[in-house]
């Protein structure tokens, strides 16, 4: 069986940075992914939980900052643990064994995203941004 989860969205608050009482770091973060609508739907948006632990949660807690966009990839995990109330509580979160830069910055944050608009490209026009390879990233 396979469990690999690759989620993109992004970062609802700053990681912080925390150590067990055996002195390994982890990162518990939320990140913001919006749905895949139709045209005349009402954007939907999931807040997923993630986790990281050792160097990857430094990596996180050092270069990435409330609003960035992240691509995290790992596995799904479920756990349970009794809340303060005895309720037992079930939750759902990705282990990050890996996590990726993917554009924008701090500044960037996702109101200040306009979406590109390709549907009246003609790929046959010299001025189409498709034929310019110097346009391409490398």
Not at 71 to 94: C, F, H, P, S
Request: with cysteine; aromatic share 8%.
């Amino acid at each position: 069986m396979l469990n690999h989860i690759t989620i993109m969205g992004r970062l609802v608050a700053d990681p912080t940075l925390k150590s067990t009482t055996g002195g390994t770091h982890v990162t518990s973060f939320r990140i913001a992914c919006d749905r895949d609508i139709g045209r005349d739907e009402a954007r939907v948006t999931d807040f997923i939980d993630c986790v990281a632990w050792r160097s990857t949660a430094e990596f996180i807690s050092k270069y990435f900052a409330k609003g960035m966009p992240i691509l995290v990839d790992g596995r799904l995990q479920m756990r349970e643990y009794t809340n303060k109330d005895g309720v037992k509580v079930r939750v759902a979160e990705i282990l990050a064994n890996n996590v990726y830069f993917c554009g924008g910055d701090k500044a960037s944050k996702p109101a200040d995203v306009a979406p590109a608009d390709f549907t009246n490209l003609d790929p046959d026009d010299p001025d189409c941004p498709w034929n310019d390879d110097d346009a391409l990233p490398l």
